[in-house]
């Protein structure tokens, strides 16, 4: 497939059909970004779980796990579990 | 022309293509050798800059903590307090420097600047300049151009602040759907209607973004947390995840017979791994195409938004315990935060569970990425005759960045255990920049490969499905193995552990 003029390569042999394309691929964008998401955060349900999350430190978006602002708390809780219970999770009581 | 052809790239569409041969000039000509200098320049500089705002009485703050931790009187929340003010004192001159757009609601706007509250433009355009800098030696050296290197730069920079923007809308992140999807749909979006502008080109290095990405994301490798839940982590995450992802490579290859080995590692990699961030290293490691990450990306993206609502649900109506059911969500939900907003459904227990198996988990990655690079060149690359390499031949062929990603790994992890602060130094370089600077990284590298890929050549990996069946089959594999294995450790040979965590 040859690319468009000035382009490294296209999937659209028309120009104008790519302008269009490309003008309502961002047209919808805008429209679920600016219109859509905005009206679903602001419903009280889903409100109110983010702000749950955010009071939380928890980023579901996170992907690693030093992304995660809770994670501080975590460790910290983990550590002053080991420090009450020192061999808990080296001896089994089976 | 393909566009990694003109933007300096040996192969057309690998995410990290095989060195025909290894010689010393490979150490400035080579990609991979630039990805471990840039990375470790900035993890040397990132820990200088830490050294040197240590506070006057350092050593005193040091013992303080100490003694207060060791103190049975002492608060926690207290000593947890005085951690963080000491990080931020070592951070903040990085941290003040360098940014990324915020969460937002209602005005896109706001992930950037908001009137009265914080304007993050300058902190983006030091970012901008700092990767312009460091990549645009790079690419020099490397033989590109660096005033069309520049002026590509922008552009694929200001797609990346883009993708940011969408990604950072807080339904967005609570669906869990990561800016990885964002910045590769930019791409394509562009690439498949358009055409990807040929001044983008010189800037066009997914590469280069994500093995450079890579070797800052060994500093947050720290083998020292390994062992934060003892065995019954080790027996979670460390017996059950290879035995998932070695069983669902061969059943790809033995039952579905998936054309692609390297498809079929990935998507292994990033469902029985952690995601994204499994997906990239594996890929990178195994020299994976780029339409095969992406695809194995947005396979384990659209099952996760599943699971992290259905597991906890299902928990709950069945009558698991909390904590054998969060250390179930944190074995088997691919994506760290997705196992975070899960595992806090079951309550404080289950939060601490699930998030502490998953961060086992994601250490995991090093060990996977490394080993998966080594099988590669030893036995999936093997000359046409079949006879297997010799060192020497799986030294040429080892993608090299793998090295820094293993070094800063080992080092951070020494020093995180062994010098007097470590801890607190460690966490200043990762929060004040490795992290920020890795995460731009990855997203120029997915606006990259969606301004290289054509929705066809995608369509084409998804044909009878089988990466979709392969997904569902070893989820469904890791979701039996790993329940079993949860129960097992802590409902009968640790449940004291559950117990105490309760209390």
Redesign the interface.
Known sequence: MQPAAGTAHSNCRNPARAWLAFAAAWGLIAAVWLGLLPRIAASPRVSSRLHELDAQGIDPSAMYYSELPVMDDVLADVDAFHRRHPDAVWTSHW | ???NQ?SGGAAADTVSPIAPKSSWSDLWKHEDWWAVWLGGAILAVGAIIAWTARPSDWNEQLAQIDNA?ASATSD?KE??GR??QLVDALAKPMKSRLGKPKDW??N?LDALIKSGEYNLLPQIVVVAAVCLVLFGIGAAVMGASPGRFAAAFAAVFLLAVLSYV??N????????????LWALLVGL??????????I??PA?RTEFYIKTGLVL?GA?VLLT?LL??????ILISWVVTPIVLISTYIFGQRVLRIESKTLNIVVAADMSV????AAIATAAACRAKKEELSLAIGISLAFTVVM?VVMPKFIQIVGIPPAIGAAWIGGTID????V??AG?ILGKEG??VA??V??IQ?ILIGVIAFAVAVYWVTYEERSAAGVRPSLWEIWYRLPKFIIGFVLASIVFSWVHRSVAGGEYLVKAV??GCA?TLR?WFFCLAFVSIG??T???ELAKYLKGGKPVTLYVVGQAFSLVLSLAMCWLVLG??????VE??TR
């Not at chain 2, 807080?170 to 759907?177: G, S, T």
């Not at chain 2, 934060?228 to 982590?233: I, V």
């Open positions: 022309m393909s566009t003109e931790k926690a000593v947890q951690e963080k609601q209602q896109p969408l990604a809308h807080k339904v967005i992140k609570w669906a869990n759907l990561e800016y990885p979006i562009i690439s498949n209607t358009v055409g990807t502008p040929r983008f080109v066009v994301l947050e947390q934060k839940l003892g065995l019954p982590g952690c995601g994204v961030s992290m994506a760290t935060g997705a975070a907003a806090e939060l601490i998030t502490t998953k961060m994601n990762t929060d992290k995460e301004l290289e054509n929705f066809a009968v040979v640790f449940p004291h552990v105490q965590l």
